[in-house]
């Protein structure tokens, strides 16, 4: 079956503007995350959804970050007044329940962010 | 709060050889462990995991990770590298629980595979 998708897979942008991020998660998991990954560096959580409602935003940097998820699927990652230091591959995984209570995360490819 | 550190960047080993990648942990609480692979231009995978039950875990492709309390480590290892195995590994802990997908991964270890 169909795996997490990610788009864009690439998205450059310039300081300071507005940038949204989608996943779709493998259809039938609840529960979906993102990570950051910088270059060199593991993923890091930024956010958790379980169904609609985000359970855990504990790793969201700042305020200029938000995510949603309306529908309990599809979630976008929004990131206003972008930085050069917001430039990474963000991360998103999906999990079933099953996955939810062992922690195994099926990940999709990414979007490369490149913020100049 | 929890904590992964993996030992060497980079390895490097010949085909045929053991394969030995190292993985440090530090948790506060009874941890869940695992090890995900990740091949050039693709999402990472899980490898295999560590939630309590048997301390000598076996994964994909070949590979099996031990869990020491003791140490306080989960090293991955494979008895003979294939070329195949060349990608960039990743240890992460969580605390299990409701929010077991919340991992801190460690930075990664890139293992190349001479021929």
């Known amino acids: 079956g169909a795996g997490v998708s990610q788009t864009p897979s690439n998205k450059v942008t310039e300081k300071g503007k507005y940038v949204e991020l989608r996943c779709d998660p493998i259809?039938?998991?609840?529960?979906l995350y993102w990570y950051r990954q910088s270059l060199g560096q593991g993923p890091e959580f930024l956010i958790y959804?379980?169904?609609?409602?985000?359970?855990?935003d504990s790793g969201l940097p700042n305020d200029r970050f938000f995510a949603v998820r309306p529908e309990g699927s599809v979630s976008t990652l929004k990131i206003q007044r972008t930085e050069r230091g917001d430039s990474a591959v963000y991360l998103c995984?999906?999990?079933?329940?099953?996955?939810?209570?062992?922690?195994?995360?099926?990940f999709g490819e990414g979007s490369r962010l490149t913020v100049l | 709060a929890q904590s992964v550190t993996q030992l060497g960047s980079h390895v490097s080993v010949s085909e045929g050889a053991l394969v030995l990648l190292r993985c440090n942990y530090s948790?506060?609480?009874?941890?869940?462990l695992f090890w995900y692979v990740q091949y050039p231009n693709q999402g990472l995978q899980l490898l295999l995991k560590?939630?309590?039950?048997?301390?000598l875990v076996k994964g994909i492709n070949g590979f099996e990770a031990e869990f020491k309390k003791s140490e306080t480590s989960f090293h991955l290892t494979k008895p003979s590298a294939h070329m195949s195995d060349a990608a960039e590994y990743f240890c992460a802990v969580s605390d299990g629980g409701t929010n077991a997908g919340k991992s801190t991964f460690g930075d990664g270890t890139t293992l190349t595979v001479k021929p």
């Open positions: 995984a999906s999990t079933d329940i099953k996955g939810g209570v062992t922690g195994e995360l099926f």
């Open positions: 259809s039938g998991h609840t529960a």
């Open positions: 959804f379980q169904g609609t409602g985000a359970a855990d």
């Open positions: 948790s506060s609480v009874p941890p869940y």
């Open positions: 560590y939630t309590s039950a048997a301390t």
